[in-house]
């Protein structure tokens, strides 16, 4: 248990300032210029005071770090992040050759569609059209020959004259008693 | 006193001789360690500190790597969509001789010449000139490229370009509107024409991207690079009619061969909007060959050169002069075949005294003494406002590179006897783009349009495709010109430019005049036809050129004879690619 709320915390208030809450009976003053000691010398002084230490973290003794297993694993830690970093960096590079050539791919084939534009062009121009017409035999045409229209004079709303019927007399008989039998014209005469 | 003293010296000097002292030595080797290190640190200091700046940029040149990125230059397209000049990429093959081993010289040399199909032996001559750098072809079709690729040849490497193509024209090696669109130089600059003109928009911006290359110089993309993407350059879509501008080349390289002639241009254009149709010029270029053309093959004669417009002016003179009560076209006057005014004396082209005649038959007739009196019965300060108002005092402001114009000068400059002549079209200049500009106000029911030969940038319209018509003349007045340029189809000089079906529907007016050699006229001419079709609803409006003309005699280079073919042929070729048919009644 810690007893002295001084050691091992960090101040609960202001250096120099007067101690308030649990402290305020004690009248405890903190120094305005204290040195903050590390736990080393807190736990000689605690010694030398006769006071009772804190309570310590006991780890087994193998799993204990020696002065050169901090530092071979501080060298390892470094090795392995040199090897991540060159691993990344090479991946990196071999990435970049990768992009270069595909950028050269993408440029060879925009330059394939160039041509295949220019050619689809040239294909479709005037000049080539005409020289695979001659080729196949066809010519111009002539000139559209217009011929001037007279104006008939004919009235389309009036009603349609009727001609002389010349049709035989028993089809006029026939027709005659139809109309008289349905009440109605036939088409002909409609047309007519 | 001194006998002690020496004793003690001799004492002392009798004592075992003293080492060296331990701490001079360790002085001298830190003395001499100093200095080692002093100068190593002084090299260091040198390079590090005072050369710091030079060898930093020393290695930043071996290590890094700043690529351009060219922007794709627009196509052009003509209104149809039909692309008209196209990027292509072409390959420069260059070697390194002093890179080919001599066992393989024979091998590369055979391989070149076959490939490229240059000479042998001057193919051996390079690959064995052990020089660092050459180039063996310049701008090779992919073709070439990828039977060299094929052939992994040691020290010879393939270099991209960009190179414009444009579609073949009317006539043998030409390119269709050569004129018209320019080219492209080796430098990627726009060159004459549109190309040139509209060179910032069509070019865009390039862009570029700085990184890292290794020893063997492959560029090592993932990395600290910058990077600035390059802005592609804009589309254009021209006015221009590919398959009509294709007949306008051949009937023009045609008719200009057939009167032996100099050169010759032809101008088509929308009569409402201004667009330009076609835009044909002979003799002209193969611009995908430019290099190896004369210079003077570029210039493009429609914009660039002035001409003397001769009788077509007399549409200009006859409509300023009805729009201002002068004259009607039904008005007669007395025609002996000669004016007199200002000191000198004008005459008709035959010099025949006609008697009375009315302004239409001065029309269908081409008679300057007509012209001359209705430019006398107008005033002088009526007839030159009408010049400034049909277009003269000004360049057209077409969008084509190095159009040339004569503006106006200041009316009082003028005497009356060049007025007078400037009736009928001698003694003024202009371009062909002006006075087509000119023309086409009769058709277009009195209103002047902005030409232009681009419809739009990018998609997006141009400035002057949208620029507002002018009424230069009433409606009325119009009308009575159409008529009177109808009749001179019908009935007057314009006979051979009738196109069957549209004899009664079209209009026209010929033009010859005489090119000035050092203040005199000469014999050699301009012949000119100007025409517009349907009359009723015009399609287009046309004006041909033909320069100097060497037929059998002086009549026979008329502009009716010259020209009026030519313009029948390309009319023709017109109606049946656009499906123009006669208007009914007329």
């Known amino acids: 248990m810690v007893s002295n709320p001084n050691i091992g915390l960090k101040p609960a208030r202001q250096r120099g300032s007067r101690a308030r809450g649990p402290l305020v009976g004690f009248g405890i003053r903190l120094p305005a210029r204290a040195v903050l000691r590390t736990q080393g010398v807190r736990r000689r002084r605690r010694a030398q005071l006769r006071l009772p230490q804190p309570a310590e973290l006991a780890l087994p003794a193998g799993m204990r770090f020696g002065a050169f297993g901090r530092v071979y694993l501080l060298i390892a830690g470094v090795v392995i992040a040199t090897l991540l970093y060159l691993v990344q960096a090479a991946g990196a590079t071999q990435a970049s050759y990768e992009i270069g050539r595909l950028q050269a791919q993408q440029s060879d084939l925009v330059a394939e569609q160039d041509h295949l534009k220019y050619e689809s062009a040239s294909l479709k121009s005037p000049a080539q059209i005409e020289s695979e017409a001659a080729q196949a035999n066809l010519t111009r045409p002539q000139p559209y020959r217009y011929v001037q229209y007279a104006d008939a004079g004919v009235n389309l709303d009036a009603p349609a004259p009727l001609g002389p019927d010349d049709s035989p007399l028993w089809q006029k008989a026939l027709a005659a008693l139809g109309r008289t039998v349905t009440g109605s014209q036939d088409a002909l005469a409609a047309g007519r | ?586």
């Open chain 2, 1 to 586: 006193m001194a006998i002690e003293a020496r004793a003690a010296l001799r004492g002392r000097t009798a004592r075992a001789p003293r080492e060296p002292s331990y701490r001079l030595r360790v002085l001298a080797l830190l003395t001499v360690a100093l200095l080692a290190a002093g100068i190593i640190w002084a090299r260091l200091a040198y390079w590090q500190v005072v050369e710091h700046k030079r060898l930093a940029a020393d290695a930043l040149t071996q290590y890094s790597k700043v690529v351009e990125l060219p922007a794709t230059r627009g196509m052009i397209y003509d209104r149809n969509g039909q692309a008209l000049a196209i990027n292509e990429t072409v390959y420069s093959i260059v070697i390194a001789p002093d890179q080919v081993r001599a066992s393989q010289r024979e091998h590369v040399a055979a391989a070149l010449s076959a490939a490229t199909g240059k000479p042998l032996p001057a193919m051996q001559a390079l690959v064995s000139s052990r020089s660092q750098f050459a180039y063996v072809a310049r701008r090779q079709p992919k073709e070439v490229a990828d039977r060299l690729k094929a052939l992994n040849l040691a020290g010879v490497g393939l270099e991209p370009e960009s190179q414009r193509s444009y579609l073949p024209g009317g006539d043998p090696n030409t390119t269709l509107a050569a004129n018209l669109l320019g080219f492209v130089n080796n430098d990627g600059a726009g060159q004459y024409g549109v190309e040139a003109f509209y060179q910032p928009l069509l070019a865009g911006r390039n862009g570029s991207v700085s990184s890292y290359q290794d020893l063997t110089g492959h560029e090592i993309i993932v990395g600290g690079e910058t990077r600035h993407d390059a802005v592609n350059g804009a589309d254009l879509q021209l006015t221009i009619d590919a398959d009509i501008q294709h007949s306008a080349e051949q009937a023009l390289a045609a008719g200009v061969a057939l009167n032996k002639a100099e050169s010759g241009s032809v101008l088509v254009m929308d009569p409402h909007t201004g667009a330009i149709i076609a835009w044909a010029d002979y003799p002209t270029y193969n611009a995908n060959n430019f290099g190896q053309t004369p210079v003077d093959r570029f210039i493009d004669p429609i914009a660039s050169h002035l001409y003397e417009p001769g009788s077509t002016m007399k549409v200009v003179t006859l409509s300023g002069a009805i729009e201002n009560h002068a004259i009607t076209p039904t008005m007669t006057i007395q025609d002996p075949g000669h004016v007199s005014l200002g000191g000198v004396t004008l005459y008709d082209w035959d010099r025949a005294n006609r008697g009375t005649v009315t302004y239409t038959k001065v029309l269908e007739s081409s008679l300057n003494v007509g012209a001359v009196k209705a430019m006398q019965l107008e005033g002088t300060d009526a007839f030159y406002r009408n010049l400034v108002s049909f277009g003269f005092a000004r360049p057209s402001g077409i969008d084509v590179a190095a159009e040339s114009a004569e503006p106006l000068r200041a009316q009082p400059d003028y005497r009356l006897s060049e007025l007078a002549t400037t009736s009928y079209g001698q003694g003024v200049d202009v371009n062909m783009v002006q006075m087509l500009a000119a023309l086409n106000v009769v058709p277009n029911a009195g209103k002047w349009v902005q030409p232009h030969v681009v419809e739009r940038v990018g998609g997006r319209p141009t400035q002057l495709s949208l620029a507002p018509p002018q009424q230069v003349i009433s409606p009325a007045t119009a009308a009575q010109m159409n008529e009177m340029m109808k009749s001179v189809v019908q009935n007057g000089s314009g006979h051979e430019a009738r196109i069957s079906g549209f004899e009664k529907d079209e209009g026209g007016k010929t033009g010859t005049s005489q090119m000035p050699v050092n203040g005199q006229y000469t014999q050699d001419v301009w012949s000119s036809y100007v025409g517009y079709l349907p009359a009723s609803n015009p399609r287009f409006t046309m004006l041909v050129v033909v320069r100097k003309p060497h037929n059998a005699n002086w009549i026979a280079n008329d502009g009716y004879i010259v020209a009026a073919p030519i313009w029948r042929q390309i009319a023709q070729a017109i109606v049946l690619d656009w499906h123009i048919s006669p208007t009914p009644g007329q």
